[in-house]
């Protein structure tokens, strides 16, 4: 029998009247065990079943009753495009089921069923897809960490806590957070989408004392007018990851939040790479630009062009109709360093380098970014390469918070950097990033926008206000 599956039933029956999940209304533990046991009864059958639900309660609990059955289930991306098909899948439960036209679709009412006995099986199986916004994605085998979740996540001896989730449950980060909160007996205050006021109200009413935000949400936490006069105390642990941290922003979450910050690294691949606390930080200024050591049980090194790879027991089983990794290396597509005591440094991703200037210098754009976002009147920045006459040209787009100017963002990055391949050949200012689903700024959709741009493009971010020396295709100035 599986221990996953044994840990969330006993956990299930434990908790009792205790709220497991806040969102319109309160579920209880014992709600949430008799919700699972109709679910599980009105799915039936077994194969791949793919869950395509926001985030509310039913999309977990649909997930375990078809672990259950001994499915493999597979979870659709929220920013999966429409019409997204996906291989051998003989159930969906979706909450837009004319998505899924000429599939064995069900929504949650067609799932209430009579409570039968539970047999769990011997392990669990999930697909998580690599991606899926062009073309047909990888899907990746994952089972045993599920088990290791098991082992990890244990009650509080301090008792039950409070954790905000806003990261969709199906995907990694948002689904690991929603099982390991159960299985520590904790309540969920499940919020479907990000608003940074929302988030600040949640964490004063609600009594947060865990969360988890991507480097873009955090920086929306931050810079929200309602952020100082909010009651942050209660927060105990604010973990960050998916997309690379500022070193400014990390060190302003220390001073807001206090030493309960900290960050991780990891892919959909392998979830648990490294990681950095905030003990690790305090005096240690040159750390915050880390993602942390490599964490117990795995283990990294850097091939000769720089690429970070990694091996160990958080490890995907392989991709589906792959072999298993077992114990080999897998290439994260990340490029990094490792300094003396062993922290993780990382640079950028391999396929957003550009590659600039007549000798074809090799330019990582997220140090670019980290050094632009410094600026003390720049909220945020993005930089990409963009086609120019003679090969590609950085492009920068910038969200300010005061008068900056174009020369300003490349005077930034010439003081940086002493290098004019490093100084964006072009800068637009925006009054937003666009964001994907789970919260990493949409570098696709920005390349697009300059390259590209069309009438829909124009209205679908929130634009400064154009001036005589700038606009949003050229160098301009902010207002």
Same mark, same amino acid.
């Given at each position: 029998?599986?221990? $996953?599956?044994?840990?969330?039933?006993?956990?299930?029956?434990?908790?009792?009247? *205790?709220?497991?999940?806040?969102?319109?209304?309160? =579920?209880?533990?014992?709600?949430?065990?008799?919700?699972?046991?109709?679910?599980?009864?009105?799915?039936?059958?077994?194969?791949?079943?793919?869950?395509?639900? #926001?985030?509310?309660?039913?999309?977990?609990?649909?997930?375990?009753?078809?672990?259950? *059955?001994?499915?493999?289930?597979?979870?659709?991306?929220?920013?999966?495009?429409?019409?997204? +098909?996906?291989?051998?899948?003989?159930?969906?439960?979706?909450?837009?089921?004319?998505?899924?036209?000429?599939?064995?679709?069900?929504?949650?009412?067609?799932?209430?069923?009579?409570?039968?006995?539970?047999?769990?099986?011997?392990?669990?199986?999930?697909?998580?897809?690599?991606?899926?916004?062009?073309?047909?994605?990888?899907?990746?085998?994952?089972?045993?960490?599920?088990?290791?979740?098991?082992?990890?996540?244990?009650?509080?001896?301090?008792?039950?806590? #409070?954790?905000? /989730?806003?990261?969709?449950?199906?995907?990694?980060?948002?689904?690991?957070?929603?099982?390991?909160?159960?299985? #520590? #007996?904790?309540?969920?205050?499940?919020? &479907?989408?990000? &608003?940074?006021?929302?988030? /600040?109200?949640?964490?004063?009413?609600?009594?947060?004392?865990? %969360?988890?935000?991507?480097?873009? +949400?955090?920086?929306?936490?931050?810079?929200?007018?309602?952020?100082?006069?909010?009651? @942050?105390?209660?927060?105990?642990?604010?973990?960050?990851?998916?997309?690379?941290?500022?070193?400014?922003?990390?060190?302003?979450?220390?001073?807001? $939040?206090?030493?309960?910050?900290?960050?991780?690294?990891? /892919? =959909? !691949?392998?979830?648990?790479?490294?990681?950095?606390?905030?003990?690790?930080?305090?005096?240690?200024?040159?750390?915050?630009?880390?993602?942390?050591?490599?964490?117990?049980?795995? !283990?990294?090194?850097?091939?000769?062009?720089? !690429?970070?790879?990694?091996?160990?027991?958080?490890?995907?089983?392989?991709?589906?109709?792959?072999?298993?990794?077992?114990?080999?290396?897998?290439?994260?597509?990340?490029?990094?360093?490792?300094?003396?005591?062993?922290?993780?440094?990382?640079?950028?991703?391999?396929?957003?380098?550009?590659?600039?200037? !007549?000798?074809?210098?090799?330019?990582?754009?997220?140090?670019?970014?980290?050094?632009?976002?410094?600026?003390?009147?720049?909220?945020?920045?993005?930089? $990409?390469?963009?086609?120019?006459?003679?090969?590609?040209? /950085?492009?920068?787009?910038?969200?300010?918070?005061?008068?900056?100017?174009?020369?300003?963002?490349?005077? *930034?990055?010439?003081?940086?950097?002493? *290098?004019?391949?490093?100084?964006?050949?072009?800068?637009? $200012?925006?009054?937003?990033?666009? @964001?994907?689903?789970?919260?990493?700024?949409?570098? +696709?959709?920005?390349?697009?926008?300059?390259?590209?741009?069309?009438?829909?493009? %124009? =209205?679908?971010?929130?634009?400064?206000?154009? =001036?005589?020396?700038?606009?949003?295709?050229?160098?301009?100035?902010?207002?």
């Amino acid at each position: 029998m599986s221990f $996953f599956l044994t840990k969330v039933l006993d956990a299930l029956d434990d908790g009792g009247d *205790r709220p497991l999940f806040i969102q319109d209304s309160v =579920t209880t533990y014992h709600q949430a065990r008799d919700r699972l046991r109709r679910l599980h009864a009105g799915l039936g059958g077994t194969g791949v079943v793919a869950v395509d639900l #926001r985030n509310r309660p039913e999309t977990v609990l649909v997930q375990l009753a078809a672990l259950l *059955r001994g499915a493999t289930v597979l979870l659709v991306p929220a920013s999966a495009p429409d019409g997204q +098909r996906y291989p051998g899948v003989t159930t969906v439960v979706t909450d837009r089921p004319h998505h899924w036209p000429g599939e064995d679709v069900r929504t949650l009412d067609d799932l209430d069923g009579e409570p039968e006995p539970l047999d769990p099986p011997d392990a669990v199986r999930l697909l998580f897809p690599t991606g899926g916004t062009t073309g047909t994605p990888k899907l990746i085998r994952h089972s045993g960490i599920y088990d290791g979740m098991a082992h990890i996540f244990a009650p509080s001896p301090d008792g039950p806590g #409070r954790t905000l /989730l806003v990261a969709p449950m199906t995907h990694m980060t948002g689904n690991a957070t929603v099982l390991g909160a159960l299985l #520590r #007996r904790d309540t969920v205050v499940v919020h &479907d989408g990000f &608003d940074a006021g929302a988030v /600040l109200a949640a964490i004063q009413e609600h009594q947060i004392d865990t %969360l988890s935000l991507t480097p873009p +949400r955090l920086a929306a936490v931050l810079d929200h007018p309602a952020r100082a006069r909010t009651d @942050l105390s209660s927060v105990r642990s604010l973990s960050l990851g998916a997309a690379p941290l500022p070193p400014h922003r990390l060190a302003q979450a220390l001073d807001v $939040f206090g030493p309960v910050v900290g960050q991780g690294y990891g /892919l =959909t !691949e392998a979830p648990m790479i490294a990681s950095i606390s905030a003990a690790e930080l305090i005096d240690r200024p040159e750390r915050l630009g880390s993602v942390g050591r490599v964490v117990p049980g795995m !283990e990294a090194r850097l091939t000769a062009d720089g !690429e970070v790879e990694v091996r160990g027991l958080s490890m995907m089983d392989g991709y589906l109709d792959g072999p298993d990794v077992g114990a080999g290396w897998l290439r994260t597509g990340d490029l990094g360093r490792f300094d003396d005591e062993g922290y993780l440094y990382l640079l950028d991703r391999a396929d957003d380098v550009v590659v600039v200037g !007549e000798h074809g210098t090799k330019v990582p754009t997220t140090v670019v970014e980290h050094a632009i976002a410094a600026h003390p009147a720049i909220a945020a920045a993005a930089v $990409f390469g963009v086609p120019g006459p003679d090969g590609q040209l /950085l492009h920068a787009v910038v969200v300010a918070t005061g008068p900056v100017t174009a020369e300003d963002v490349r005077a *930034r990055a010439r003081a940086a950097f002493g *290098r004019e391949h490093y100084v964006p050949a072009a800068v637009d $200012f925006v009054g937003a990033l666009p @964001l994907t689903e789970v919260g990493k700024v949409d570098k +696709r959709a920005l390349v697009q926008l300059v390259t590209a741009p069309s009438d829909d493009d %124009l =209205t679908s971010l929130t634009y400064l206000p154009s =001036t005589p020396s700038g606009n949003l295709f050229g160098n301009g100035s902010q207002p």
